[in-house]
């Protein structure tokens, strides 16, 4: 009569899986915290943007009220030119109230009409308003603030638009 011979299988060691769950949870746990880490990096950056913009839409905006005012082109178009100095700010540019630009740095873009979530907004409410986009090009990420201009009393009578990069 022939010997059956079994083979008994043996399973992996009770170190190896305790040293495997051990490894799988940590990294799991780096890999959770890293992600948390990101996103709340990235709020805190636009909320940083968003004051930095906003600060430069009020400054922006009494003198650009005053140019209105005034009727002076002149100081509307150096205003846009020495926002466009600061490498954060990507585009500078006024609308009158139907959307139409009447200031931009480049002269072929005037007349163009512009619409946007915050223009609207900003139409509707009368106060400054933030979107988050895209660039022209559309390949990075930048905050659009939108600024309603009062030439006489509390008449809205243009709007600055500017974005800033991220």
Request: net charge positive.
């Amino acid at each position: 009569m022939k010997r059956m011979i079994t083979k008994k299988r043996k399973g992996f060691s009770l170190t190896f899986k305790v040293s495997m769950t051990i490894t799988l949870l940590i990294t799991f746990l780096m890999l959770g915290m890293g992600t948390m880490t990101y996103f709340m990096n990235q709020r805190v950056l636009i909320q940083q943007e968003t004051r930095q913009g906003k600060s430069i839409a009020m400054l922006a905006g009494d003198i650009m009220e005053n140019a209105m005012k005034s009727n002076d082109p002149d100081t509307m178009l150096s205003v846009i030119s020495f926002m466009k100095e600061d490498p954060k700010i990507t585009q500078v540019y006024v609308t009158d109230i139907k959307g139409e630009m009447i200031a931009h740095d480049q002269q072929e873009r005037l007349g163009n009409h512009m619409q946007s979530r915050a223009l609207s907004a900003a139409m509707d409410q009368g106060t400054l308003q933030v979107q988050q986009t895209t660039s022209e090009t559309g390949d990075r990420p930048v905050l659009l603030f939108v600024l309603p201009l009062q030439s006489t009393g509390s008449q809205t009578s243009a709007y600055l638009h500017f974005t800033t990069d991220l």
